[in-house]
């Protein structure tokens, strides 16, 4: 018997509605509804950390057509052998919804385990399709990001305050600590020591380390790191406003004393600037997607960049010691800063963006060079 679709509606805060029609779980929920302007990668951004608790809404009109990467029977991720997830940037779904205009019901391709319907069921997200997902994004962008929740026929109603996570670093960094080594070392080969503060690290950017001869500790985000000894310290991306993470800001400062390379990516760019003593705002609208400009302000080189954060570097307080090491071609934010005495350095953009545009993946093996000076 054919499953019988439900009309939907998704809600704005300023009392905006978009019909539609569910798909995924039959469930209504309530988050902050923000857009990405990625023509592919939606397993990738829908397990995404950093879009912990969002509504999400997808630019590019079709989702779905090559479907989800998952084990046919069960729809469960694939994991490597050291339980990183192999096709995802988590081992779970974490958006509050998914908006589409079209969502392929037929998936075409050899990795495909499932449908996208299916596997967001399978994971209790709703999602909405049918929506005019052109005339949403103007609204967004011209109102700036809001609270809204997907309603679907014949389900519980919810608030739109329902959907706030007060503090979405502590949900998605893990509680334990844990130890890798890269592939094909030997135990007793003395590799660059590399501490991971993960606020909601996507699992890309554990791969890409692993790949190049580390040793990497991963600690939760209000590690203090007392007693671990490291050769470099990494701050990773993650979601929400930057100023709740005061553990990690203090942590960080006190491992600005010690002098050791540090580099971070999207948060952590945002937390080393405010441990530097820089501030950081709430964007309009943010960026997501895999198609914003920065530009190096050292070589004026442009290159094209994978990001997802809505708050941002506010420039004119970047403290004397620091500079602007990439700017926004488009808007010109803060895209990244460094230290100009120490080998300290973060970037707003994801140079190991999976999917997106990989081009600044050299600065990861910039930071390890570093940190190989130091050792």
Known sequence: MKK?????????????????????????????????????????????????????????????????????????????????PTHFESGQVQ?????????????????????????????NVPGIYGIDTRALTERLREHGVMQG?????????????????PHPVAEVSPRDSKRYRSP??????RLPRIVLVDCGAKANILRCFLSRKVELIRVPWDSDLSGIEYDGLFLSNGPGDPKVCSKTIA??????????????????????????????????YGHRGQNQPCIDTTTKRCYITSQNHGYAVRGETIPKGWEPWFVNAND????????????????QFHPEGCPGPRDTEFLIDRFLDQVKQEM
Request: aromatic content about 10%.
């Open 4 to 84: 019988q679709v439900r009309q939907a509606k998704l809600v704005l805060e300023d009392g905006a509605e978009f019909a539609g029609w569910s798909f995924g779980r039959a469930r209504s929920q309530a988050g902050e509804v923000v857009f990405t302007t990625g023509m592919t990668g939606y397993p990738q951004s829908l397990t995404d950390p950093s879009f912990r608790g969002q509504i999400l809404v997808a630019t590019y009109p079709l989702m779905g057509n090559y479907g989800v990467p998952v084990k046919p029977k069960t729809a469960e991720p694939f994991f490597d052998e050291q339980g990183i």
């Open 95 to 123: 958006v509050s919804g998914f908006v589409v205009a079209e969502a392929c019901a037929t998936p075409s391709h050899w990795a495909s385990g499932a449908s996208l319907a299916s596997w967001l069921d399978k994971n």
């Open 149 to 165: 929740k997907i309603l679907v026929e014949g389900c519980r109603d919810v608030t739109m305050d329902s959907g706030l996570v």
């Open 184 to 189: 094909g070392t030997a135990d007793d080969e």
């Open 251 to 284: 942590t960080l400062r006190r491992a600005f004393d010690k002098g050791k390379p540090i580099f971070g990516i999207c948060l952590g760019n945002q937390i080393m600037a405010l441990a530097a003593g820089a501030d950081t705002y709430k964007l309009p």
């Open 332 to 347: 010109n934010t803060i895209e990244g800063i460094r230290s100009t005495k120490h080998p300290f350095s973060a970037v």
